[in-house]
């Protein structure tokens, strides 16, 4: 396929790197990119590039990768917690200053003959080219104005949040709970320069509330920084700062903003990056995915005939694997948001909760690479010396352990399915007072498991808790993504009321069950084989 003329709006990472790839792919074709901001107005603290995107990277483009590698700094993470600290080997994670990521990505689409047009905006109707790539960010106008086209919608989310910076460079990055008067801030903090630091600073919107906050939001103008939130936050975070001061740049509360369109294209316009989709920023940055976005638009242009079966394959191959990071995003913001409902856990085991807070790293996987906080994490949970703890079969391992809940205790984690009659009631048959079969079954039938809904079924539960009820069997729909939530329900009705909690599933579900019991969200599991996984669960979800 031809293409003569290429432009692209927006000048962020995902834009440079689309104009240079497509560049090189197309050397005959004039490729400009527009952007209505300029170098030297370029604002933002460090990204974060994981070890899998600078693979994908490396193989795309081994020049720039080079040299954002150069301008990194590589670092481990702790979490701290209450003077304990947890330490995690992140392989290849660097840090990079964003303006410094931007010079890079500028100076390689230079190289390559991009024609880059600064202070310059664009709309769809004003160009005359071939293919146009929309790549103008979060808040992209193009988007906007072709809302309807695109299909375009933004989930809002409740909790608040805001990049600061601090002149120093960490040690490593940290996750780290403060508990001041109003209520629980947590920091994300990494270092990405010799100097430099990003702390991005997360908290619920009660807490933002109490401390005054939504006065000094609406009080701040959007080309301004929060300086009375900055002050604040930086005596709250004084013993990671370590003297130094957090730095403002139009640092101000904000709501994640979690943007999805049906559709992608426009004619000969296409989406990509935060333009066609976002993922909160505890999973994958925004650069990240737009950068591997530019890389699938490549290389669906160069092996396709025609620009329309082009644009269509970058996005029926593209979107699935979007869909599944933001799917993950999904949940780590729902952890990220409750996280201070667990920070009693030991540090060793509330890590291991965090690794496993997606269902994307299991127990085992995370094993591989961090053996000694891992075993150090199962030691606490089974009460015993670290040494005790086997770094194989880590999974069969947890469910063998014991358990005892008030005056039973079990010789394993694990359940035979054959029990749930004997041990549990169906939510339709749930009396004022249990019978011998005193755990209620309760199909969980949830996509937020800290939603208004759900606080209504956790409260409706811990009255059964008072009535005499012992605990609770959650059961409900058999793919994977209810089985999570069945557990994320279990942490809470574990950590509200003081019922026993088992969490079902399928049998090839058996990791994430596992890791739900390490991380407090279960005290007993049950795979079920194929031959229980009939339609009985559905009925009963639909008779409760």
Known sequence: MRLDNIAVLGGGPGGLYTARLLKLAHPDAVVRVYEQGTPETTFGFGVAVAGRTQRNLEEADPATQADIIAAGRPHDMRMLVDGQAARVHNGPLIGIARPELLAVLDRHARAAGVELCY??????????????????GVSSQTRTEHAEDFGAEAEIAGGLYLWAGADFALETAIFAPATTAHGTFVTHAYPYAPDRSTFLIETDEATWRAAGFDATTDATAPDESDTTALAYLQDAFAEHLDGHHLIGNRTRWLRFRTVNCRRWTRGNAVLLGDAAHTAHYSVGSGTKLAMEDAIALRDAITGATDLPTALAV????????V???????????????????????????????????????????????????VRRGLAGFAGIDPSHVPTEGIVEWVLAQPFTHGDHTWDSRTLNPAERDRLSTPAPDIAAAPTSADLARIPVMLDDPWSPEADTLVKGLHDLVLAGWRGFWLTGPLDRGCVLTRLDVGERLRTETSGLVVVDGPASCRDDLAAGVVAARADLVCPLPPTEMSSNTLEEAHRA
Request: avoid cysteine.
């Open 314 to 321: 970058y996005e029926s191959t593209r979107r699935p694997q």
């Open 323 to 373: 869909e599944r990071l933001q799917e993950l995003a999904r949940r780590s913001r729902l952890w990220w948001d409750s996280f201070p409902r667990r920070t009693n856990l030991p540090v060793d085991q509330l890590m291991l909760a965090y690794m496993t807070r997606t269902g994307n790293v299991g127990l085992q996987r995370f094993a591989g690479t961090n053996p000694d906080i």
């Open 119 to 136: 202070g310059e905006r664009r709309r769809l109707g004003e160009i005359d080219a071939d293919l146009i790539v929309v790549a103008d």
